[in-house]
Protein backbone atom coordinates (compact mmCIF):
# COMPACT_ATOMS: atom_id res chain seq x y z
CA UNK A 1 0.00 0.00 0.00
CA UNK A 2 2.66 2.56 0.39
CA UNK A 3 4.25 2.25 -3.03
CA UNK A 4 0.97 3.68 -4.33
CA UNK A 5 2.49 7.27 -3.27
CA UNK A 6 5.40 7.05 -5.43
CA UNK A 7 7.03 5.97 -8.64
CA UNK A 8 7.38 2.31 -7.74
CA UNK A 9 4.00 2.07 -7.61
CA UNK A 10 2.92 3.48 -10.33
CA UNK A 11 5.48 1.46 -12.18
CA UNK A 12 4.24 -1.93 -10.45
CA UNK A 13 0.02 -0.94 -11.31
CA UNK A 14 1.42 -0.28 -15.35
CA UNK A 15 2.73 -3.90 -15.15
CA UNK A 16 -0.24 -5.18 -13.91
CA UNK A 17 -2.46 -3.95 -16.05
CA UNK A 18 0.59 -4.49 -19.02
CA UNK A 19 -1.69 -6.67 -21.09
CA UNK A 20 -5.37 -4.44 -20.81
CA UNK A 21 -2.79 -1.56 -22.32
CA UNK A 22 -1.34 -3.22 -24.95
CA UNK A 23 -4.38 -4.00 -25.90
CA UNK A 24 -6.35 -1.09 -25.52
CA UNK A 25 -2.78 0.49 -27.43
CA UNK A 26 -3.24 -1.85 -30.33
CA UNK A 27 -6.96 -1.17 -30.47
CA UNK A 28 -5.92 2.65 -30.84
CA UNK A 29 -3.45 2.01 -33.55
CA UNK A 30 -5.44 0.00 -35.70
CA UNK A 31 -8.59 2.27 -35.43
CA UNK A 32 -6.61 5.56 -36.30
CA UNK A 33 -4.38 3.52 -39.05
CA UNK A 34 -8.18 2.97 -40.25
CA UNK A 35 -9.47 5.94 -39.67
CA UNK A 36 -7.17 8.08 -41.39
CA UNK A 37 -7.08 6.23 -44.19
CA UNK A 38 -10.56 6.98 -44.89
CA UNK A 39 -9.81 10.63 -44.42
CA UNK A 40 -9.66 12.63 -48.07
CA UNK A 41 -6.08 13.97 -49.16
CA UNK A 42 -6.14 17.49 -49.72
CA UNK A 43 -4.10 20.12 -51.66
CA UNK A 44 -3.48 23.61 -50.61
CA UNK A 45 -2.77 26.46 -53.27
CA UNK A 46 -0.87 29.28 -51.82
CA UNK A 47 -1.36 33.57 -54.07
CA UNK A 48 0.26 35.98 -52.67
CA UNK A 49 0.08 39.61 -53.47
CA UNK A 50 -0.07 43.47 -52.27
CA UNK A 51 -2.45 46.06 -52.90
CA UNK A 52 -1.95 48.54 -55.78
CA UNK A 53 -2.16 52.07 -54.44
CA UNK A 54 -5.47 53.46 -55.77
CA UNK A 55 -3.64 56.62 -56.65
CA UNK A 56 -2.46 55.39 -59.63
CA UNK A 57 -5.89 55.61 -61.19
CA UNK A 58 -5.33 59.69 -60.51
CA UNK A 59 -5.66 61.60 -63.41
CA UNK A 60 -3.38 64.45 -62.33
CA UNK A 61 -0.43 61.68 -61.18
CA UNK A 62 -1.24 59.49 -64.71
CA UNK A 63 -1.05 62.53 -66.52
CA UNK A 64 1.95 64.29 -65.02
CA UNK A 65 -0.13 67.23 -63.66
CA UNK A 66 1.69 66.93 -59.94
CA UNK A 67 4.83 66.94 -59.08
CA UNK A 68 4.24 64.09 -56.66
CA UNK A 69 6.64 61.10 -57.14
CA UNK A 70 4.07 57.75 -57.83
CA UNK A 71 3.71 55.06 -54.89
CA UNK A 72 3.14 52.14 -56.48
CA UNK A 73 2.03 50.22 -53.21
CA UNK A 74 -0.86 50.47 -51.32
CA UNK A 75 -0.98 51.68 -47.67
CA UNK A 76 -2.07 49.47 -44.83
CA UNK A 77 -5.41 51.11 -44.83
CA UNK A 78 -5.68 49.86 -48.56
CA UNK A 79 -4.29 46.61 -47.22
CA UNK A 80 -6.83 46.35 -44.78
CA UNK A 81 -9.38 47.18 -47.70
CA UNK A 82 -8.20 44.07 -49.07
CA UNK A 83 -8.56 42.10 -46.62
CA UNK A 84 -12.29 43.55 -46.14
CA UNK A 85 -13.39 42.60 -49.62
CA UNK A 86 -11.31 39.00 -49.52
CA UNK A 87 -13.27 37.97 -46.38
CA UNK A 88 -16.47 39.62 -48.15
CA UNK A 89 -19.90 37.85 -48.53
CA UNK A 90 -19.70 39.14 -52.46
CA UNK A 91 -16.41 36.77 -52.54
CA UNK A 92 -17.94 33.65 -51.36
CA UNK A 93 -21.22 34.15 -53.52
CA UNK A 94 -19.15 34.66 -56.28
CA UNK A 95 -16.83 31.16 -55.70
CA UNK A 96 -19.88 29.00 -54.76
CA UNK A 97 -21.42 30.18 -58.61
CA UNK A 98 -18.41 30.37 -60.50
CA UNK A 99 -17.18 26.58 -59.36
CA UNK A 100 -20.76 25.18 -58.39
CA UNK A 101 -19.72 24.17 -55.29
CA UNK A 102 -22.98 22.97 -54.06
CA UNK A 103 -22.69 19.73 -56.20
CA UNK A 104 -18.50 19.95 -55.77
CA UNK A 105 -19.21 19.71 -51.93
CA UNK A 106 -21.60 17.27 -51.93
CA UNK A 107 -24.45 19.77 -50.56
CA UNK A 108 -28.28 19.62 -51.78
CA UNK A 109 -28.48 23.48 -52.84
CA UNK A 110 -32.44 22.87 -52.63
CA UNK A 111 -32.48 22.61 -48.86
CA UNK A 112 -33.12 25.19 -46.09
CA UNK A 113 -29.31 25.37 -44.81
CA UNK A 114 -28.02 24.82 -47.97
CA UNK A 115 -26.77 28.21 -48.29
CA UNK A 116 -25.04 28.12 -44.70
CA UNK A 117 -23.34 24.44 -45.31
CA UNK A 118 -21.72 25.43 -48.43
CA UNK A 119 -20.47 28.73 -46.84
CA UNK A 120 -19.42 26.85 -43.80
CA UNK A 121 -17.68 24.39 -46.31
CA UNK A 122 -15.96 26.76 -47.51
CA UNK A 123 -14.46 29.09 -45.04
CA UNK A 124 -13.29 25.68 -44.14
CA UNK A 125 -11.13 25.44 -46.60
CA UNK A 126 -10.12 29.51 -47.67
CA UNK A 127 -8.17 31.73 -46.02
CA UNK A 128 -6.85 35.45 -47.03
CA UNK A 129 -4.94 36.79 -44.43
CA UNK A 130 -1.76 39.33 -44.44
CA UNK A 131 1.26 37.82 -43.86
CA UNK A 132 4.59 39.08 -41.74
CA UNK A 133 5.86 40.56 -44.98
CA UNK A 134 2.56 42.90 -44.95
CA UNK A 135 1.27 41.08 -48.01
CA UNK A 136 -1.96 39.44 -48.04
CA UNK A 137 -1.70 35.25 -48.48
CA UNK A 138 -4.81 33.86 -50.07
CA UNK A 139 -4.77 30.03 -49.60
CA UNK A 140 -7.49 27.57 -50.79
CA UNK A 141 -7.74 23.60 -50.00
CA UNK A 142 -9.38 21.16 -51.71
CA UNK A 143 -9.09 17.30 -52.60
CA UNK A 144 -8.09 17.94 -56.39
CA UNK A 145 -4.72 19.95 -56.59
CA UNK A 146 -5.34 21.51 -59.81
CA UNK A 147 -9.10 22.63 -58.64
CA UNK A 148 -7.19 24.31 -55.69
CA UNK A 149 -4.83 26.32 -57.78
CA UNK A 150 -7.72 27.02 -60.33
CA UNK A 151 -9.75 28.60 -57.05
CA UNK A 152 -6.93 30.12 -55.91
CA UNK A 153 -6.20 32.67 -58.60
CA UNK A 154 -9.59 33.13 -59.39
CA UNK A 155 -10.98 34.36 -55.80
CA UNK A 156 -7.45 37.24 -56.20
CA UNK A 157 -8.91 37.86 -59.19
CA UNK A 158 -11.94 38.56 -57.84
CA UNK A 159 -10.67 40.35 -55.13
CA UNK A 160 -8.89 42.80 -58.01
CA UNK A 161 -11.85 42.94 -59.67
CA UNK A 162 -14.35 44.27 -56.57
CA UNK A 163 -11.44 46.56 -55.41
CA UNK A 164 -11.38 48.10 -59.38
CA UNK A 165 -15.22 48.46 -59.03
CA UNK A 166 -14.81 50.35 -56.46
CA UNK A 167 -12.69 52.68 -57.85
CA UNK A 168 -14.46 52.94 -61.18
CA UNK A 169 -18.37 53.13 -59.15
CA UNK A 170 -16.25 56.44 -57.18
CA UNK A 171 -14.75 57.67 -61.08
CA UNK A 172 -18.35 57.10 -62.62
CA UNK A 173 -19.84 59.18 -59.60
CA UNK A 174 -17.24 61.89 -60.68
CA UNK A 175 -17.56 61.61 -64.66
CA UNK A 176 -21.44 62.06 -64.33
CA UNK A 177 -21.09 65.00 -62.28
CA UNK A 178 -19.14 66.37 -64.82
CA UNK A 179 -21.36 65.27 -67.41
CA UNK A 180 -24.33 67.39 -65.70
CA UNK A 181 -21.77 70.53 -65.20
CA UNK A 182 -20.92 70.56 -68.74
CA UNK A 183 -24.20 70.14 -69.86
CA UNK A 184 -25.14 73.21 -67.46
CA UNK A 185 -21.84 75.19 -68.57
CA UNK A 186 -23.04 74.70 -72.59
CA UNK A 187 -26.37 75.80 -71.72
CA UNK A 188 -24.77 79.03 -70.59
CA UNK A 189 -22.12 79.66 -72.54
CA UNK A 190 -24.97 79.74 -75.65
CA UNK A 191 -27.03 82.02 -73.73
CA UNK A 192 -23.69 84.31 -73.32
CA UNK A 193 -23.04 84.06 -76.99
CA UNK A 194 -26.70 85.13 -77.95
CA UNK A 195 -26.93 87.97 -75.60
CA UNK A 196 -23.14 89.17 -76.91
CA UNK A 197 -24.58 88.74 -80.31
CA UNK A 198 -27.80 90.77 -79.23
CA UNK A 199 -25.44 93.32 -77.76
CA UNK A 200 -23.25 93.76 -80.63
CA UNK A 201 -25.66 93.50 -83.34
CA UNK A 202 -27.92 96.49 -81.07
CA UNK A 203 -24.94 98.69 -80.66
CA UNK A 204 -23.02 98.15 -83.49
CA UNK A 205 -20.13 97.31 -81.76
CA UNK A 206 -17.93 94.22 -83.21
CA UNK A 207 -14.40 95.33 -82.65
CA UNK A 208 -14.29 97.68 -79.35
CA UNK A 209 -10.45 98.59 -79.50
CA UNK A 210 -10.58 99.07 -82.79
CA UNK A 211 -13.53 101.02 -83.36
CA UNK A 212 -12.76 102.62 -80.60
CA UNK A 213 -9.58 104.17 -81.72
CA UNK A 214 -11.50 104.73 -85.27
CA UNK A 215 -14.22 107.17 -83.63
CA UNK A 216 -11.47 109.07 -81.60
CA UNK A 217 -9.68 109.61 -84.97
CA UNK A 218 -12.65 110.76 -86.32
CA UNK A 219 -13.69 112.86 -83.99
CA UNK A 220 -10.35 114.61 -83.51
CA UNK A 221 -9.48 115.02 -87.42
CA UNK A 222 -13.46 116.95 -87.33
CA UNK A 223 -12.54 118.81 -84.40
CA UNK A 224 -9.15 119.97 -86.33
CA UNK A 225 -10.53 120.79 -89.64
CA UNK A 226 -13.14 122.84 -87.66
CA UNK A 227 -10.85 124.51 -86.06
CA UNK A 228 -8.54 125.19 -89.46
CA UNK A 229 -11.60 126.03 -91.44
CA UNK A 230 -12.81 128.41 -89.18
CA UNK A 231 -9.42 130.49 -89.06
CA UNK A 232 -9.15 129.89 -92.85
CA UNK A 233 -12.86 131.98 -93.20
CA UNK A 234 -11.50 134.29 -90.20
CA UNK A 235 -8.31 135.64 -92.22
CA UNK A 236 -9.27 135.36 -96.17
CA UNK A 237 -13.53 136.50 -95.96
CA UNK A 238 -12.37 140.28 -94.97
CA UNK A 239 -9.55 140.00 -97.78
CA UNK A 240 -11.80 141.18 -101.19
CA UNK A 241 -9.48 140.10 -103.41
CA UNK A 242 -9.96 136.55 -102.53
CA UNK A 243 -12.80 134.45 -104.64
CA UNK A 244 -16.33 133.85 -103.53
CA UNK A 245 -16.15 130.66 -104.58
CA UNK A 246 -12.95 130.00 -102.49
CA UNK A 247 -14.53 131.38 -99.54
CA UNK A 248 -18.12 129.03 -99.95
CA UNK A 249 -16.16 125.84 -100.60
CA UNK A 250 -14.29 126.82 -97.26
CA UNK A 251 -17.75 127.41 -95.88
CA UNK A 252 -19.23 124.37 -97.49
CA UNK A 253 -16.11 121.66 -95.74
CA UNK A 254 -16.65 123.85 -92.66
CA UNK A 255 -20.49 123.17 -92.72
CA UNK A 256 -19.18 118.84 -93.72
CA UNK A 257 -16.79 118.79 -90.19
CA UNK A 258 -19.54 120.21 -88.23
CA UNK A 259 -21.86 118.38 -89.00
CA UNK A 260 -19.35 115.01 -88.74
CA UNK A 261 -18.77 115.88 -85.42
CA UNK A 262 -22.25 116.14 -84.59
CA UNK A 263 -23.00 113.05 -86.03
CA UNK A 264 -19.85 111.49 -84.35
CA UNK A 265 -21.32 112.69 -80.93
CA UNK A 266 -24.55 112.11 -81.51
CA UNK A 267 -26.88 111.05 -84.40
CA UNK A 268 -29.02 113.61 -85.92
CA UNK A 269 -33.02 113.29 -85.38
CA UNK A 270 -34.09 111.29 -88.37
CA UNK A 271 -31.25 110.91 -89.63
CA UNK A 272 -28.56 107.94 -89.19
CA UNK A 273 -30.20 106.53 -85.72
CA UNK A 274 -28.21 103.47 -86.95
CA UNK A 275 -25.01 105.22 -87.10
CA UNK A 276 -21.79 104.93 -85.09
CA UNK A 277 -21.79 107.63 -82.31
CA UNK A 278 -19.68 108.44 -79.14
CA UNK A 279 -22.09 108.35 -77.31
CA UNK A 280 -23.80 104.57 -78.55
CA UNK A 281 -20.34 103.11 -78.51
CA UNK A 282 -19.67 104.72 -74.37
CA UNK A 283 -23.04 103.43 -73.98
CA UNK A 284 -22.60 100.28 -75.34
CA UNK A 285 -18.95 99.53 -74.69
CA UNK A 286 -19.11 98.34 -71.28
CA UNK A 287 -21.77 96.14 -71.64
CA UNK A 288 -20.57 94.35 -74.44
CA UNK A 289 -17.27 94.23 -72.73
CA UNK A 290 -18.58 92.50 -69.79
CA UNK A 291 -20.45 90.41 -72.11
CA UNK A 292 -17.50 89.45 -73.87
CA UNK A 293 -15.67 88.84 -70.46
CA UNK A 294 -18.26 86.72 -68.86
CA UNK A 295 -18.28 84.62 -72.34
CA UNK A 296 -14.86 84.18 -72.23
CA UNK A 297 -14.48 83.32 -68.86
CA UNK A 298 -17.20 80.85 -69.37
CA UNK A 299 -15.51 79.26 -72.54
CA UNK A 300 -12.23 79.11 -70.70
CA UNK A 301 -13.81 76.89 -67.33
CA UNK A 302 -15.62 74.80 -69.40
CA UNK A 303 -12.53 74.02 -71.83
CA UNK A 304 -10.75 73.06 -68.07
CA UNK A 305 -13.82 70.93 -67.66
CA UNK A 306 -13.49 69.07 -70.12
CA UNK A 307 -10.03 68.42 -70.27
CA UNK A 308 -10.79 67.12 -66.66
CA UNK A 309 -13.59 65.14 -67.89
CA UNK A 310 -10.85 63.64 -70.86
CA UNK A 311 -8.43 63.21 -68.17
CA UNK A 312 -11.02 61.39 -65.66
CA UNK A 313 -12.46 59.37 -68.61
CA UNK A 314 -9.20 58.10 -69.47
CA UNK A 315 -8.32 56.70 -66.47
CA UNK A 316 -11.62 55.16 -65.91
CA UNK A 317 -11.38 53.40 -69.38
CA UNK A 318 -7.66 52.31 -68.35
CA UNK A 319 -7.52 49.05 -66.96
CA UNK A 320 -5.26 50.12 -63.53
CA UNK A 321 -5.22 46.90 -61.49
CA UNK A 322 -5.83 46.71 -57.64
CA UNK A 323 -3.15 44.26 -56.57
CA UNK A 324 0.49 43.52 -57.21
CA UNK A 325 0.79 39.92 -57.45
CA UNK A 326 4.07 38.47 -56.40
CA UNK A 327 3.32 34.58 -56.70
CA UNK A 328 0.36 33.06 -58.14
CA UNK A 329 -1.31 29.81 -57.47
CA UNK A 330 0.59 26.67 -58.84
CA UNK A 331 -0.72 23.50 -58.58
CA UNK A 332 0.42 21.79 -55.32
CA UNK A 333 2.41 18.47 -55.47
CA UNK A 334 2.40 17.54 -51.56
CA UNK A 335 -1.03 17.19 -49.78
CA UNK A 336 -1.42 19.45 -46.71
CA UNK A 337 -3.61 17.26 -44.83
CA UNK A 338 -4.22 14.65 -42.74
CA UNK A 339 -0.67 14.34 -41.64
CA UNK A 340 -1.66 10.36 -40.72
CA UNK A 341 1.41 9.81 -39.19
CA UNK A 342 0.43 12.68 -36.61
CA UNK A 343 -3.09 10.96 -36.05
CA UNK A 344 -2.03 7.11 -35.54
CA UNK A 345 0.60 8.42 -33.26
CA UNK A 346 -1.52 11.02 -31.27
CA UNK A 347 -4.25 8.35 -31.00
CA UNK A 348 -1.96 5.71 -29.37
CA UNK A 349 -0.30 8.24 -27.06
CA UNK A 350 -4.11 9.06 -26.24
CA UNK A 351 -4.86 5.64 -25.34
CA UNK A 352 -1.71 4.94 -23.51
CA UNK A 353 -2.52 7.43 -21.19
CA UNK A 354 -5.67 7.12 -20.64
CA UNK A 355 -5.60 3.53 -19.98
CA UNK A 356 -2.67 3.90 -17.57
CA UNK A 357 -4.86 6.69 -15.64
CA UNK A 358 -7.69 4.40 -15.62
CA UNK A 359 -5.01 1.53 -14.30
CA UNK A 360 -4.35 3.89 -11.28
CA UNK A 361 -7.71 4.84 -10.46
CA UNK A 362 -8.66 1.37 -9.91
CA UNK A 363 -5.91 0.21 -8.23
CA UNK A 364 -6.31 2.99 -5.90
CA UNK A 365 -9.89 2.43 -5.30
CA UNK A 366 -9.55 -1.93 -5.37
CA UNK A 367 -9.42 -1.99 -1.60
CA UNK A 368 -12.66 -0.27 -0.88
CA UNK A 369 -16.27 -1.80 0.09
CA UNK A 370 -18.59 -0.61 -2.35
CA UNK A 371 -21.61 -2.61 -0.71
CA UNK A 372 -20.94 -1.17 2.80
CA UNK A 373 -20.17 2.54 1.28
CA UNK A 374 -23.79 1.56 -0.45
CA UNK A 375 -25.35 0.21 2.56
CA UNK A 376 -24.21 3.16 4.91
CA UNK A 377 -25.80 5.52 2.73
CA UNK A 378 -29.02 4.46 2.56
Known sequence: MENRDNLLGVLQTIYQWRKTIR?????????????????DNYYQATTIFYPASPRLANPELMFGNTGQIADYYGSDRDLDRLSEIAASKELEDYMVQHFNLYAHYGIDSSSKQGPFKVRQVFRALYNAQKNKNDAIELNMEDTDPKQAAVMANAARQKINNIAQRLIKESQGTLLKAFEDNIKRKKAELEL??????????????????????????????????????????????????????????????LKAYERQRQQLMNAVSGKGEDNMTIKRFNEGSPQVAVLQDLHFQSRKQLSFDLERYNQILASYNTDIPAVLVVETADVPLIKSRPKRSIIVLASVVGAFLFTVLAALIADSYKDVRWKDIKGAAQ
Open 23 to 39: NVCILALAGSIGFSLLL
Open 192 to 253: LSDSVRRAQAYYGIYASTAQGELLSEQLTKAESEIVRNRAKLEVLEPDSRIPRDTIAYIRAN
